[in-house]
């Protein structure tokens, strides 16, 4: 069994910062792109940001320049910095990963359970 778990969402003023974390457990061979999607009420589930096995990172516009994603291999993790929030970031943040439990075959898609960041004064 493979598990994703988010950490590190909250409350936060316009202007301020979170880091999230996401750790992927379990029958583990390799992990491609990891990524954060978010969705708000009402509103269909959208890309924030992905970066492959390799660090290639890839941004949806509207977090450009303002969220950084990164990943440690060593810990099967994945981290969201967010800067400089605003209240249209205010969402449900879930993690993805492409991950291969064998090192035969295509890899599995795999998602959190999300964590909540809501960015109001």
């Known amino acids: 069994q493979v598990q994703l778990v988010e950490s590190g969402g909250g409350l936060v003023q316009p202007g301020g910062s979170l880091r999230l974390s996401c750790v992927a457990s379990?029958?583990?061979?390799?992990?491609?792109?990891m990524g954060w999607y978010r969705q708000a009420p009402g509103k269909e589930r959208e890309l924030v940001a992905d970066?492959?096995?390799?660090?290639?990172?890839n941004y949806d516009d509207s977090v450009k320049g303002r969220f950084t994603i990164s990943r440690d291999n060593a810990k099967n993790t994945v981290y969201l910095q967010m800067n400089s929030l605003k209240p249209e970031d205010t969402a449900v943040y879930y993690c993805?990963?492409?991950?291969?439990?064998?090192?035969?075959?295509?890899?599995?898609?795999?998602w959190g359970q999300g964590t909540q960041v809501t960015v109001s004064s």
């Open positions: 993805n990963a492409d991950i291969h439990i064998t090192y035969r075959g295509t890899s599995w898609d795999y």
């Open positions: 379990g029958s583990i061979w390799r992990i491609d792109t």
């Open positions: 970066i492959t096995s390799i660090g290639t990172t």
